[in-house]
């Protein structure tokens, strides 16, 4: 498949010198044995493939801008799909990463002899013996003191909550628990969110316990399942919670089980999946201990006290001390600065903007502060010097290639290095732009060539051809995109030190075991739903958390990049902003309600023609203590009151402060501090001069609307030529101003394009307020026109919609309005087209009484335009091409002339009698309204925290409790649950409901294997996007029976989602027919080579999709009440597409 060139500026190989002999932490690399086992670490579960794709529509947008500014690399956000793998959180915590393999391997051996050891003294002597020490003394090192304090908690009986630093030990608690668990001859449940993470925890206790003594639990594994050890995912875990609700462990699933690990419990904020954690807290027995392993969050407290109140006696142990330190950097485009300053409390000053602007200016930054000071100040009002000084043009003159920080590291010997850059096509194209930057010596070169020759015979078709040859560069890339196999391979080179650099997504931010010496960052932001925004404190932490490595590192490095948009300020911002608390994201599901009051079961009697019933089920009111038993609502319990009261007081202050400084407040202090004569002539002189500023207000309305009107014929004028080019300004909330260069597209009333003005005309966002409205008709009525919001496209590619207000200057240039050949589309129409296939998600700027600012991302469709839009620097007063009228110039004088009276009442009032006095009551007022000024914020700070917690669930589950009355899955008066009901209790999906209709249709009894199969992708091909970069590609389309079956289930799909809709439920149904054609092509047999050739996928994105469609056909066989063909077509279907390279290995 053919790539674009990226147009990329070729470097000759840099050979740096070495300093570091990278044999200290390279490990013995022995093929196959351990050599990229199918269930790696980057293996996905089912939970995490749902999580795992990536929002790429700006992908290739991230590489093109390797022409302008490479460094913008972190730009366009993936926004990986739902925190993409959701975020793949497969944490090792061993205290011992300093061993090479053979020296771990011996000492693993010698764990394990001792683990034995323990255990023949717990039979011998008894279980008294288990204590602190003896648990510490299956270790060769001396554990830390968090460590000694959790082990401790655990073996008084209590549950325990440890909330510690990524990499700190924390595993190492859970390790210990499961020793003196088995010596006791006890089991332990070990849980973890991602079955690739399970997988990882299976090899590694079977290593201290032994085979016999370890089991995994899974969606499609079970081996060993009756072992004292049994790791799991937490959904497993939760199922069988369901039905152990109010029973004690004996009489469940849980038999014999004393403890439970609950792994990256911080997941309890993840939005998707978060109920899960809850559930399993809320619905396990009491007598079981629970040890909950998170990183570090700002509220830990309340999880140990939520713990503690619905489950029994909890400890809080934390730490927040870092095994290896962290020294945070800043790279620009010309050096590679401490991020902080010496005491580490603040930023580095050498990074402000007007240090900036002088390093990039070429002044001499070493001068002294006087000597710039005295430096001439330069006038003019031209745009180039205006731009110069503008915050944006400092930071892009700053914005440095990665050329340039990665020559910083090598320099310092800050490699091997984990780059992040959020965006698939952002990594890609990072490599290729390092083709020829030679990273690895002669024989680390031979190693590689080696491994890859290897890896190819043993997995041909999962080589990423693309990237192979980068390999031998020392680069690679890891998102994904990328095979899970192949990220596997990427894994086990960079640990052996044979790759420098890997280019990664968020997927390696959460904890692959990746560890590396430095972590670069290249973005502070990211594209999401929403729009482009700030990393929050906890993501930065956590990909900060990849660099140093225990035992090998002395400290870990971590590079914060200059982009555009963001700067050393705004990285100080987000790192000192603090932690962010655990929320909680409870939500009911169709799963929950149906297993919660779904005991009774209708079952068909073969000697009659009616329904027996078995059992009966909770009822409401037991489900409601449950449900109310969430994390949300103990938080809301503890921490609303107090929030509300306080929020209430602060309130009151406000409005008691603002009376104190309203008109009749002064008017009556004044009156009691000055002479009867002084206060006469102050007051007089004051309703005067607030009648003069009224009218100086309107006159300046006046001047802004008579230059929007000035604007409107003169770009009606050039608009009918061509598209002119434009300037856009605003200030944001911080009062920095920005300007945009944009290129016009039109008014949106002349525009073919019904989407634009739907919006604008139908839309309370984007009226007028009523007064201004009122105004600006009486202004038209002299015009005779409308006032109406336009459209441009801005050179950041993203589409603007404002009124005249907030357009600075037209230029005389622009783009030609003509056919590029006989017979085109003329450019106007091309853009118009272009915006109305937008989604039409617009976001305020600005605002202003005279009509809004407001912006959309643009598409790639649109980048080539934006690309072509001119910097403002390159226009000169000259190209400007402002016609205002007589009616702007007369109004421009009368609100000189306003101004200037109003000036002069001022200074009359300050010469009267009593100003003096007077003034102190002014400023006291001032004082007043900033201290107002911070009440408010404090006040819209308290009410954000408190729609954070406001507490929920039980209203979502009756809602959804309603709906599977009336479609009869379960009688919520009886508690009755019918087939329909019984077959969603069982699925795992994100609508059961929705899936178990599906199943029970008859419709799919008539269909092949490979038919059924492509039906079923099309249920979990959610989030699986086109990759619109790859040119000449296609995809295969699914066979006309699969069609037909499809549209026949969009109608069932139609009728759920009303019903949905009626009782206020939001769960999606998911029915999407693109890629059905792949699923069936791969179950039909074919290749992965003939499956993936100029396919318009991602391998990894075709890869999830299919181990998705894999995962829901091997749950068939084991669902009650379904068709036994179904279940035989589902079970050959599945066998058919679990094949490589999507085949996995357990252990």
């Known amino acids: 498949m053919s790539k674009k060139a990226c147009g990329i500026e070729k470097f000759q190989p840099l050979q740096f010198l070495r300093t570091t002999n990278y044999s200290q932490f390279k490990t013995s690399y022995k093929f196959p044995k351990s050599s990229f086992p199918i269930e790696s670490q980057s293996q996905l579960s089912e939970e995490e493939n749902e999580a795992e794709s990536d929002v790429d529509e700006d992908d290739d947008v991230v590489a093109e801008e390797y022409d302008v500014v490479s460094g913008e690399l972190g730009e366009e956000s993936e926004e990986e799909e739902e925190e993409e793998e959701e975020y793949e959180e497969v944490v090792v915590e061993n205290n011992y990463v300093n061993e090479n393999n053979d020296n771990k391997s011996r000492f693993e051996e010698f764990k394990w002899q001792r683990v034995e050891r323990l255990r023949n003294e717990v039979r011998e002597f008894g279980e008294e013996i288990i204590d602190v020490e003896e648990l510490s003394s299956i270790y060769n090192f001396r554990i830390d003191k968090f460590q000694r304090s959790a082990i401790q908690a655990f073996l008084r009986g209590s549950s325990v909550v440890v909330s510690a630093p990524t990499s700190s030990g924390k595993t190492l608690i859970a390790e210990a628990a499961a020793v003196a668990t088995v010596a006791k001859g006890r089991r332990l449940f070990y849980t973890t969110p991602l079955k690739a993470l399970s997988n990882q925890k299976f090899r590694d206790f079977r290593e201290t316990f032994g085979d016999g003594n370890v089991g995994l639990l899974t969606g499609d594994s079970a081996v060993n399942k009756d072992a004292q050890v049994l790791i799991m995912t937490t959904?497993?875990?939760?199922?069988?919670?369901?039905?152990?609700?109010?029973?004690?462990?004996?009489?469940?699933?849980?038999?014999?089980?004393?403890?439970?690990?609950?792994?990256?419990?911080?997941?309890?904020?993840?939005?998707?999946?978060?109920?899960?954690?809850?559930?399993?807290?809320?619905?396990?027995?009491?007598?079981?201990?629970?040890?909950?392993?998170s990183a570090t969050v700002a509220n830990a407290d309340e999880l140990a006290g939520w713990i503690g109140q619905i489950h029994g006696k909890t400890e809080l142990v934390t730490s927040s001390k870092r095994p290896v330190p962290l020294t945070w950097h800043f790279?620009?485009?010309?050096?590679?600065?401490p991020l902080l300053d010496e005491k580490g409390t603040s930023m580095?000053?050498?990074?402000?903007?007007?240090?900036?602007?002088?390093?990039?200016?070429?002044?001499?930054?070493?001068?002294?502060?006087?000597?710039?000071?005295?430096?001439?100040?330069?006038?003019?009002?031209?745009?180039?010097?205006?731009?110069?000084?503008?915050?944006?043009?400092?930071?892009?003159?700053?914005?440095?290639?990665?050329?340039?920080?990665?020559?910083?590291?090598?320099?310092?010997?800050?490699?091997?290095?984990?780059?992040?850059?959020?965006s698939r096509k952002g990594c890609d194209a990072a490599v290729q732009y390092l083709e020829d930057c030679r990273l690895l010596d002669e024989c680390e070169m031979s190693e590689v060539e080696l491994a890859i020759k290897r890896f190819r015979v043993q997995y041909p078709d999962a080589v990423r051809e693309s990237s192979a040859k980068f390999l031998l560069r020392g680069v690679a890339a890891h998102h994904a995109g990328c095979l899970p196999l192949w990220k596997?391979?990427?894994?086990?080179?960079?640990?052996?030190?044979?790759?420098k650099v890997v280019f990664a997504t968020e997927t390696l931010a959460a904890g692959i075991n990746m560890p590396a010496r430095t972590a670069v960052i290249s973005s502070l932001s990211k594209r999401t739903e929403s729009g482009r925004s700030l990393l929050t404190s906890n993501e930065l932490l956590q990909m900060a958390g990849r660099a140093g490595r225990r035992g090998i590192d002395e400290r870990g490095h971590v590079v914060l990049v200059q982009t555009p948009y963001e700067g050393a300020e705004e990285s100080c911002k987000i790192l000192f902003s603090g932690l962010e608390p655990l929320v909680s994201q409870f939500t009911a599901s169709y799963g929950m309600v149906l297993n919660l009051l779904g005991g009774a079961k209708v079952t068909q009697s073969p000697e009659s023609n009616y329904s027996n019933v078995s059992q009966s089920g909770r009822t409401l009111e037991e489900a409601r203590k449950l449900v109310e038993q969430s994390f949300g609502n103990y938080v809301g319990s503890n921490v609303m009151l107090a929030a509300k009261e306080e929020l209430a007081k602060i309130q009151n202050e406000i409005e008691i402060l603002t009376s104190e400084i309203s008109d009749e407040a002064i008017d009556k202090k004044s009156q009691k501090l000055l002479t009867e004569s002084a206060y006469r002539e102050i007051s007089d002189l004051q309703e005067e001069l607030r009648s003069e500023k009224r009218l100086r207000t309107e006159l300046r309305r006046r001047v802004e609307l008579e230059r929007m009107f000035s604007l409107r014929p003169l770009l009606k004028k050039l608009g009918e030529a061509h598209l002119p080019f434009m300037c856009l300004q605003y200030s944001d909330s911080g009062g920095v101003q920005h300007q945009i260069p944009a290129v016009y597209l039109g008014m949106v009333d002349s525009l073919k394009t019904s989407k634009v003005k739907n919006l604008v005309h139908d839309s309370d966002y984007f009226a007028l307020s009523v007064d201004m409205d009122i105004y600006f008709r009486d202004a038209e009525s002299e015009h005779g026109a409308e006032t109406s919001y336009h459209v441009a496209l801005g050179s950041d590619n993203s589409?603007?919609?404002?009124?005249?207000?907030?357009?600075?200057?037209?230029?005389?240039?622009?783009?030609?309005?003509?056919?590029?050949?006989?017979?085109?589309?003329?450019?106007?129409?091309?853009?118009?087209?272009?915006?109305?296939?937008?989604?039409?998600?617009?976001?305020?700027?600005?605002?202003?009484?005279?009509?809004?600012?407001?912006?959309?991302?643009?598409?790639?469709?649109?980048?080539?335009?934006?690309?072509?839009?001119?910097?403002?620097s390159s226009f000169s007063e000259d190209d400007e091409v402002l016609e205002f009228s007589q009616a702007y110039h007369n109004a421009v004088q009368c609100y000189k002339d306003q101004r200037t009276k109003v000036a002069r009442l001022k200074k009359k009032i300050a010469r009267t009698e009593g100003f003096r006095e007077y003034k102190k009551i002014i400023d006291m007022a001032k004082f007043t309204e900033e201290k107002i000024r911070r009440l408010k914020a404090r006040s819209r700070r308290l009410s954000t925290r408190i729609e954070q917690i406001e507490p929920s669930g039980w209203k979502e589950f009756l809602q959804i409790s309603n709906v599977i009355h009336e479609i009869r899955a379960l009688d919520i008066n009886t508690h009755v649950i019918f087939p329909l009901g019984e077959t969603a209790a069982a699925i795992r999906g994100e609508n059961e409901l929705w899936l178990a209709m599906i199943l029970r249709n008859k419709i799919l009894l008539d269909l092949k294997p490979a038919q059924l199969a492509a039906v079923f992708g099309s249920l979990v091909s959610e989030g699986i996007k086109l990759r619109p970069w790859k040119n000449n590609s296609y995809i295969y389309e699914p066979s006309t029976t699969v069609m037909n079956v499809i549209n026949f289930l969009d109608e069932q799909r139609s009728s759920l989602l009303q019903l949905q809709e009626k009782h206020g439920v939001k769960i999606p149904c998911c029915l999407d027919s693109q890629f059905s054609g792949m699923v069936e092509a791969w179950a039909s047999g074919l290749t992965w080579r003939e499956v993936m050739m100029d396919c318009a996928m991602d391998e990894g994105d075709l890869a999830r999709l299919l181990r998705r469609t894999i995962d829901l056909l091997a749950q068939v066989p084991k669902l009650p009440d379904i068709d036994p063909q179904l279940q035989s077509n589902a079970v050959k279907a599945s066998s058919v597409m679990d094949r490589p390279p999507l085949s996995e290995l357990v252990g």
């Not at 790279?331 to 600065?337: D, E, G, M, V």
């Not at 596997?488 to 790759?499: N, T």
């Open 235 to 293: 959904e497993i875990l939760r199922n069988m919670l369901y039905r152990s609700v109010g029973i004690t462990s004996s009489e469940t699933g849980l038999s014999h089980v004393d403890v439970i690990v609950l792994d990256e419990v911080h997941y309890l904020s993840d939005i998707s999946r978060g109920t899960v954690w809850e559930e399993i807290v809320i619905y396990c027995p009491k007598e079981v201990q629970l040890i909950c392993l």
């Open 331 to 337: 790279s620009t485009k010309t050096a590679l600065y």
């Open 348 to 422: 580095n000053r050498r990074l402000s903007l007007s240090y900036l602007q002088i390093d990039s200016s070429g002044e001499n930054l070493n001068q002294d502060e006087g000597s710039r000071r005295r430096k001439p100040r330069r006038h003019g009002n031209d745009v180039s010097s205006r731009a110069k000084n503008d915050a944006t043009t400092i930071r892009r003159s700053q914005v440095p290639q990665v050329i340039d920080t990665l020559w910083h590291l090598e320099a310092r010997d800050m490699l091997p290095a984990v780059w992040f850059i959020f």
């Open 488 to 499: 596997s391979f990427i894994e086990e080179l960079f640990q052996r030190g044979l790759v």
């Open 799 to 872: 589409w603007y919609l404002f009124t005249p207000k907030w357009i600075k200057t037209v230029y005389k240039t622009g783009f030609p309005n003509v056919a590029l050949a006989l017979g085109d589309v003329l450019p106007r129409e091309i853009m118009t087209l272009l915006l109305d296939k937008e989604s039409m998600q617009w976001q305020k700027v600005a605002e202003s009484e005279l009509g809004g600012l407001w912006s959309m991302e643009g598409s790639l469709e649109t980048w080539s335009w934006s690309l072509n839009v001119p910097v403002l």
